[in-house]
Nanobody, 122 residues
Framework: QVQLVESGGGLVQAGGSLRLSCAAS????????MGWFRQAPGKEREFVAA????????YYRDSVQGRFTISRDNAKNTVYLQMSSLKPADTAVYYC???????????????WGQGTQVTVSS
């Protein structure tokens, strides 16, 4: 079992930055691939970024490439999502998730956090 708890969300103006954190607990948490997803009101959950267990590989959706950076600190069992140049379209509830397979398919992720709200004002 892996438990995930997100933090760091909030209200920010367009062009601003936020860093989300996801604290993982569980004996094998550091061996999982980790991903960030988001869901805006009335929309389906969508993939944002993912990182391999050793941080050697990362993936991003096209719309956040160059603005968001995913990273992890396995010593702290924590995954981060640094978000810069935020846009109102980035407004959503952001979820972190853990999977045994690296990729952007939500169905591949076995464990999910409760989510943290990010609101970007124009």
């Amino acid at each position: 079992q892996v438990q995930l708890v997100e933090s760091g969300g909030g209200l920010v103006q367009a062009g601003g930055s936020l860093r989300l954190s996801c604290a993982a607990s569980g004996r094998t948490a550091s061996s999982y691939f980790m991903g960030w997803f988001r869901q805006a009101p009335g929309k389906e959950r969508e993939f944002v970024a993912a990182i391999s267990w050793d941080a050697s590989t990362t993936y991003y959706r096209d719309s956040v490439q160059g603005r968001f950076t995913i990273s992890r600190d396995n010593a702290k069992n924590t995954v981060y999502l640094q978000m810069s140049s935020l846009k109102p379209a980035d407004t959503a509830v952001y979820y972190c998730a853990a999977a045994m397979i690296l990729g952007g398919l939500a169905d591949n992720y076995d464990y999910w956090g409760q989510g943290t709200q990010v609101t970007v004002s124009s």
